[in-house]
């Protein structure tokens, strides 16, 4: 018999995406591959709404600093998964661009003249 493999992050069980949907509504499960070893892969799950301090502190960074800017919408957002994609400052990077993402409102376009 063929078991299904899971696809939340360690740490994380069916029961706790329950609870957070209940309490947060929509919520998001970001994967990071790690470029260097495709073979390892990296797994967190984050509330979809962005809290307002969080939006704002982002937000204030984002222009200047997008390291930063990414850093505090994952740890403003983040419910729970592999810690680090907390920790190492690339995949934290790319986690936080994702939610990031979010904080665009409109469509805008670049055309070379």
């Keep these: 018999m063929k078991t299904k493999k899971s696809i939340l ?3 994380v069980t069916q029961e706790m995406v329950d609870e957070w949907k209940e309490e947060f509504g929509k919520i998001d499960l ?14 967190c799950v984050v509330r979809r709404d962005i809290p307002d301090k969080t939006h704002n502190q982002a937000v204030k960074w984002l222009t200047t ?9 994952l740890k403003g957002c983040w419910l729970g998964g592999d810690e680090i994609i907390k920790k190492n400052p690339a995949f934290n990077l790319d986690a936080g661009s994702k939610i990031s993402e979010r904080l665009i409102t409109s469509d805008s376009e670049v055309v070379k003249l």
């Design 9 to 11: 992050p360690s740490g």
């Design 65 to 73: 600093d997008l390291g930063k800017s990414c850093d505090i919408l």
């Design 30 to 43: 970001i994967t990071v591959v790690d470029k260097d070893d495709s073979s390892k892969i990296y797994k």
